[in-house]
């Protein structure tokens, strides 16, 4: 990239994907799908977060998989290498080195408010590491080593995308302005996708309960035999109420995926049962997924291809994060010899 291209810039995004499973529809609806939209706009960089992946265990031949599964994804949603920049987080090593030079930055205080901890070290009492606790400053670090204006980002996210703010504000008070001030962009659909058997949860991809959420490469049986077996109510109407986290998930998925309203879902459906309701679900989300599904099993047919591509985007990646890197390092008064 060019001096003048760099000083004269678009505005910037970036976000990031781990590959700590396949990528389900809450993914998809709350951020995958608004990255394609992006890219037209802003100046893109899309990574998948394989260095935030270990915080819990993971067996290395299935990771390995999951990363190249991961960025074949991005590319078979429709991420285009030409428009934005597409990468693999542990191939640009200045990552780890500015979440220690931000970890150094941050209390303790701070990263025991965070509610992903929490959780997750509820779910993983055998394995509190330190990674799992520090997760924040890494994320900090990979947005601001490319200093973008926007983060796009499921609402789960909005917590960590703060503290990547505080300590940016810090850092830039207490060292000298180094870092852009970061956004997180939040779309309104598809923010928080629930479970689809514990509707007042999140949809995660690692969650051992398999009903609980579509996966990404869910074949269309597989897709409406889940949404049939999710938990609704004994109401059987069909409309958005308090109280009705099933029923008011399916409508938000449906919503996001046809781009009906909620009130027109609601007319759409009125006097007609739960069954009805959840096959057209099921079948709106599997036509969604069919065409990326073709995409993804393309892209897996050549993983030479793909890391070619991963090692092109990796220098690309290395070059804008060096400079950030380079210019934090100065301020806290390291040699860049
Ligand atoms: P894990 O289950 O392994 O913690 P995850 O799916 O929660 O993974 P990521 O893979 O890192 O987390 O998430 C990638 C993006 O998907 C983030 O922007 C996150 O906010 C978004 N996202 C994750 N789950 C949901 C959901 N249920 N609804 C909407 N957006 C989501
Ligand atoms: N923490 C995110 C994934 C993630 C990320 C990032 C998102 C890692 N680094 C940088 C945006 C920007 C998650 O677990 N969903």
Not at 48 to 53: R, Y
Not at 113 to 139: E, V
Not at 272 to 280: E, I, N, P, S, V
Request: proline share 4%; net charge neutral; hydrophobic share 40%.
């Amino acid at each position: 990239m060019s001096e003048t291209v760099m000083n004269e810039r678009k505005k910037r995004a970036l976000s990031m994907i781990q590959p700590s499973g396949i990528p389900t529809l809450g993914n998809y609806l709350g951020a995958l799908r608004n990255w394609v939209d992006l890219q037209d706009e802003l100046d893109c960089f899309f990574a998948v977060a394989d260095l935030h992946a270990i915080t819990v265990r993971q067996e290395p031949a299935k990771l390995r998989q999951q990363i190249y599964q991961t960025f074949a994804l991005l590319l078979a949603i429709g991420l285009d290498p030409e428009k934005s920049l597409v990468f693999v987080q542990s191939q640009v090593p200045a990552h780890t080195e500015l979440a220690w030079l931000l970890a150094c930055n941050t209390q303790f205080g701070e990263l025991s408010r965070m509610t992903q901890f929490k959780d997750k070290s509820a779910k993983h009492a055998d394995n509190i590491n330190l990674g799992l606790f520090a997760y924040p400053t890494l994320m900090a670090a990979d947005i601001l080593l490319y200093q973008p204006e926007y983060v796009p980002v499921g609402a789960d996210q909005k917590q960590h995308c703060e503290l990547a703010r505080d300590l940016a504000t810090r850092f830039n008070n207490t060292y000298g302005n180094t870092f852009v001030m970061p956004d997180p962009y939040i779309m309104k659909t598809g923010a928080r996708v629930r479970s689809l058997q514990e509707p007042t949860k999140k949809m995660s991809k690692s969650d051992e309960n398999q009903n609980s959420f579509i996966s990404m490469l869910d074949d269309k049986d597989t897709v409406i035999r889940k949404f049939k077996r999710a938990v609704t109510d004994s109401e059987a109407c069909v409309r958005y109420a308090e109280g009705k986290d099933g029923i008011n998930n399916l409508m938000e998925i449906y919503s996001a995926v046809t781009g009906k309203s909620l009130a027109d879902i609601e007319q759409e459906f009125s006097g007609r049962g739960y069954g009805d309701f959840k096959l057209a679900v099921g079948e709106s989300v599997a036509e969604t997924l069919a065409p990326i599904q073709a995409k993804l099993t393309e892209l897996m047919g050549d993983k030479a291809q793909l890391e070619a591509m991963m090692k092109e985007s990796a220098g690309h990646a290395q070059y804008v994060a060096a400079r950030t890197l380079s210019k934090a390092r100065k301020r806290l008064g390291y040699l860049n010899l």
